[in-house]
């Protein structure tokens, strides 16, 4: 790296567009990637994405700047929550002239990060490590247990569904006749204004897959019912079974005309053979409805491979490509923004500010000495994490297409921090690092509990386990981290 | 009015066992200069410990025992994963440690008993108090809750004020190097204040257990309370601890009563920043907590 | 009773110590003096325990006690008063004195406090207050106090003359003087106060950036003009 820093040494400027041409290569690696391998890879790279932006931001935070924070994860929240809002209740309103859609809610969600980012940071510069780091569990905390206060506005304790922003930009509305776009809100209705979305079933789809022979001729004779398997009038209780008049023994001097005909139960009473059901009324072998209910989108096959390889026809989505996948369209979301932020953040970390950052937490006094204020400095780092926070928490809105209060519970604060710690605290590659450890990690563990039958609750908290038994050790022996170890292994090797 | 006697009874053995928790974390503070986040973590599981034994064994106060003997243990342990960040003077870094450990200690409770809510039956009546033919929201649970409290406020006092090892301790925290000079193991004497501290939280833990139900994650925000219980009173007082532990309880009680349970975190929350804002030292502490 | 051999402490690339060797003998008062910055609390340091030698070697009575950690070193036998005000102003005065020598015998303790209170009255009369209530020379005294609740062999006094009037200074220096010469004890003071020291040590040693550059009698030391000049400012 030395050599590219004295190649950027040499002009301001062509250091902006060296970190422009690595921010762009590494788009494009991770596009073709993306383009090439499988939905469920695709997820996985969509959420290393989107853990890389939010820690780019930890980077500067607690790297750089030294302060220890865990109030990323509402600061997702936030970011996460204002892109749901404004794109479900927002989304007829035009800005400067264009309508709405993702576009406008990221930046929203980014305006958001930013107001919190200089609230927190407002109070939070001032404080010292544990401090700090106190104050910013609290809000890790308290920010989700808020979403719980306001069900109507926020969705309470379930959360928000999302509609994911597609392609052809903008949302379906329920108002506008959607041409192009279809809804999917998890799976309900697939149907608006009774129009269905998805053609009828084509006729091949019967055809490949044939009904079972011993189906051809159902109902055979004997298992239909007849009239004698139906009640008739012989059946039923008749004026001459009850009472009359003659024979009654009335108690309380009650007048037996009293009970007058009309009061009697007649043969009208009483159900007859026309309530009942007939051969007629049941099933034949012709007209045998279908009960197939063109439900939601997991019912479809949406990954044109597998559609080639004869487990259904080819479906043709209304107006949808088929080639559409929307992991794939996720993943690209979630990259375009880590590399943009991870632009940005390049050029924070390797320019004056982030040797402004780093004086300030080596020595603060000697910082202001030099006319840097400290408690500016500070404040900077936490609005800069705190965008890219809420950018991030933006993106994982559009991967979970939801949001609530679960998915920002403390737990991610801690992860970001771990992600950070093992990939190395001061450096981005490290929180790229990270960010696939985070990844990686629990689908290993996974993977391994498969092989070796682990129970439910050993799997599900192993990773975390050993999140924290590395954070631990990384901090008794390896401060740097990753990236930190090998710069020291580096270090002593050229020593020599 | 009989709300808020009502609201405040109700709060008063919770404060009690915040109380406790802060204390823990105070003793930590003053012998190491880290607050350990992570003991939260240790109370939890040796909850779960005790949680253990009191199945096998029918005994309350056999889990009780077995819960602070283990606090003892884990508290020294942890001690030893955090203390060489300390002595590197890496503040950042012992953080991180304390949460690495909290991270570690859920996710075994996790995997050891499973993340399900359990029941933790308390030894003696949780139902309020009959007096003149009302129920009161202080049960004889409550009162064991205060009373060891008090116990052991009073324990500690002694030791740290009468004994000889108590000087040493506050010595060691105060300053450590005209300590080691005076012949004082100070190494020993920090161990020692994690393993008071260790005993603490884990008596804190069994006396809250019974309240609500125990899982991996139940104290979570029970970690926030404590913290700010203890950061009120300033991370140095030991009287700030208790006295805002209760207050604490007490707040939270009376905000719980008259709006919704839901705004306590809120409410603590709000006492934090209000707190960190204004005097970040804390009301009874001499240290500045400020940065530059 | 306290040899020093070639004593050589750094501290990254400042060479603090070269090559010191001194004799510290029971008994009586042996000075080390120089300018700022010689090296003379370095010395201390690192007789005391605090900080490690790169060379050299520490005997107390022919054991090797180099490289021992300080409280080790103190219950021993070897007392450091550092420098600065060493009291713990969250503690009482008698907290402050208790502090010291928790390893002995309740009775040993008990006669050294009576010692300590005897050499130092004001000590007494303000035993149960904080040590914050103490004037500067009050907390010298303290802290003098607190070395001798360890019963020492060897009592090390880093710069006591610090931010106190002369006459306090010369009071205090005498005192351990008599205490030296009553009990045996070995006292090896360190100061920049370069005459005050030498009147009461018998000893003199000249420090120079980490070097000694001259020992001998205090005496012929602090009459010898042309050192005085060129080391000791005066």
């Not at chain 1, 006729?203 to 009640?231: H, I, K, V």
């Not at chain 1, 290993?444 to 509990?449: C, D, G, R, T």
């Not at chain 2, 007490?250 to 603590?268: C, F, Q």
């Amino acid at each position: 790296m030395s050599k590219l820093s004295s190649l950027t040494e040499r002009a301001p400027g062509s250091r902006l567009v060296t970190h422009a041409l690595i921010a762009l290569v590494i788009f494009g690696i991770l596009t073709w990637f993306n383009q090439i391998v499988d939905p469920l890879m695709s997820y996985y790279l969509a959420t290393a994405a989107m853990y890389a932006t939010a820690m780019f931001g930890m980077t500067i935070l607690v790297g750089l700047s030294g302060q220890v924070s865990l109030g990323n994860g509402a600061l997702m929240a936030v970011g996460g929550y204002v892109f749901a809002l404004t794109s479900l209740n927002w989304q007829t309103v035009p800005i400067l002239g264009t309508p709405w859609n993702a576009l406008w809610s990221m930046v929203f969600a980014g305006i958001g990060g930013v107001v919190f980012g200089l609230l927190i940071g407002g109070v939070a510069a001032r404080l010292r490590g544990p401090y700090l780091a106190g104050l910013t569990l609290g809000i890790a905390v308290g920010v989700p247990a808020i979403a719980n206060r306001f069900p109507g506005l926020l969705g309470g304790e379930n959360g928000l569904m999302l509609q994911v922003p597609y392609p052809a930009g903008g949302y379906a509305s329920i108002d506008d006749g959607f041409d192009e776009e279809f809804i999917d809100d998890g799976g309900g209705e697939s149907f608006v204004d009774d129009e269905p979305i998805y053609e009828e079933l084509p006729d091949e789809f019967f055809e490949e897959a044939p009904l079972d022979d011993s189906l051809e001729d159902p109902l055979a004779e004997e298992d239909m019912l007849t009239d004698d398997d139906f009640l008739s009038e012989d059946d039923f209780l008749t004026e001459d079974d009850f009472a009359t008049d003659e024979g009654f023994e009335s108690d309380a001097g009650s007048d037996p005309d009293s009970m007058a005909e009309e009061d009697m139960l007649t043969e009208d009473d009483f159900l007859s053979e026309d309530d009942f059901l007939t051969e007629d009324d049941f099933a034949t072998e012709e007209g045998f409805e279908s009960d197939i209910d063109p439900g939601g989108q997991e019912d479809f096959v949406d990954d044109p491979d597998l559609a080639d390889s004869g487990a259904g026809a080819d479906l043709d989505l209304a107006g949808v490509d088929s080639g559409f996948v929307i992991e794939q369209w996720q993943a690209s979301v979630a990259v375009a923004v880590a590399c943009i932020v991870g632009f940005l953040a390049l050029n924070l970390v390797r320019g004056r500010q982030g040797r402004v950052w780093q004086a300030v937490r080596d020595d603060p006094v000697a910082a202001a000495v030099s006319g840097i204020s400290p408690s500016g400095s500070k404040v900077s780092a936490f609005v800069v994490s705190s965008l890219f926070a809420a950018l991030a928490g933006a993106v994982f809105a559009q991967i979970l297409s939801y949001v609530g209060p679960g998915a920002f519970a403390l737990g991610l604060s801690l992860s970001l921090l771990v992600g950070i710690v093992l990939g190395g605290r001061n450096s981005l590659i490290g929180a790229m690092i990270g960010a696939v450890i985070l990844v990686w990690l629990p689908e290993f563990v996974l993977s391994l509990a498969a092989d070796r039958g682990w129970e439910d609750q050993v799997t599900n908290n192993a990773p975390n386990f050993i999140y924290g038994l590395l954070v631990v050790l990384v901090v008794l022996a390896a401060p740097g981290g990753l990236v930190g170890g090998v710069q020291d292994l580096v270090k002593r090797v050229t020593r020599r | 009015m009989t709300n808020f006697i009502d609201y405040f009874l109700g709060g008063v053995s919770t404060g009690a066992i915040i109380a406790l928790m802060a204390l823990a974390l105070v003793l930590v503070w003053r012998s190491t200069r880290v607050v350990n986040f992570a003991q939260l973590g240790q109370a939890m599981i040796t909850s779960f410990i005790a949680l253990t034994v009191r199945d096998a064994t029918g005994s309350w106060l056999l889990a009780l025992l077995v819960a602070m003997a283990s606090g003892l243990v884990v508290g020294v342990i942890v001690y030893f994963l955090v203390i060489r960040a300390v002595k590197r003077l890496d503040t950042s870094g012992a953080i991180i440690a304390t949460f690495g450990v909290l991270i570690a200690l859920q996710a075994l409770a996790g995997m050891v008993w499973g993340g399900d809510q359990k029941a933790f039956p308390p030894p003696i009546s949780n139902s309020g108090y009959e007096v003149f033919g009302r129920t009161w929201p202080f049960s004889p649970y409550d009162l064991l809750v205060v009373v060891m409290l008090i116990v052991l406020v009073l324990i500690m006092t002694i030791v740290f004020t009468r004994t000889s090892v108590g000087l040493a301790m506050r010595a060691s925290a105060f300053n450590p190097e005209v300590a080691r000079l005076s012949g004082v193991r100070v190494s020993r004497m920090l161990i020692l204040g994690w393993a008071i501290a260790g005993l603490v939280g884990a008596v804190a833990g069994v006396l809250v257990a019974p309240l609500s139900t125990l899982s991996p994650t139940s104290f979570d925000l029970f970690l926030v309370f404590a913290f700010t219980a203890a950061v009120i009173g300033g991370l140095d007082s030991l009287v700030g601890a208790v006295a805002f532990g209760i207050g604490t309880g007490l707040v939270i009680s009376l905000v719980s009563g008259y709006t919704d349970s839901g705004n306590a975190p809120v409410v603590a929350l709000l006492l934090l920043v209000l707190n960190l804002l204004f005097k970040p030292e804390g009301v009874f502490s001499h240290h500045k907590a400020r940065a530059v | 009773m306290l040899r020093v051999e070639g004593l050589s402490v750094s501290y990254g690339a400042v060479q603090a110590l070269s090559d010191v060797s001194l004799d510290v003998p029971p008994g009586r008062v042996t000075a080390v003096i120089g300018a700022n910055g010689a090296g003379k609390s370095t010395l201390m340091r690192s007789l005391a325990g605090l900080v490690k030698p790169q060379d050299g070697r520490v005997l107390f009575d022919d054991e090797d006690i180099t490289g021992r950690k300080p409280e080790d070193i103190a219950r021993m036998g070897i007392a450091l008063v550092p420098e600065g005000r060493s009291t713990i102003p969250d503690l009482t005065v008698e907290e402050n004195l208790k502090l010291g020598g928790m390893w002995r015998s309740h009775t040993q303790r008990g006669t050294s406090l009576t010692r300590v209170y005897a050499l130092f009255p004001v000590l007494g009369e303000r035993r149960s207050l904080g040590a914050d209530t103490l004037s500067g020379g009050e907390r010298q005294q303290l802290a003098i106090g607190r070395a001798l609740m360890c019963g020492p062999q060897v009592l090390l006094l880093d710069e006591p003359s610090l931010g106190l009037a002369p006459l306090i200074v010369t009071q205090i220096l005498e005192l351990v003087s008599q205490m030296a010469k009553d009990s045996g004890m070995a006292v090896l003071l360190v100061e920049q106060n370069a005459a005050t020291a030498l009147r009461v040590a018998k000893t003199g040693i000249v420090l120079n950036l980490g070097q000694i550059v001259k020992s001998g009698p205090a005496h012929d030391i602090a009459n010898d003009e042309e050192l005085r000049h060129a080391y000791l400012g005066y």
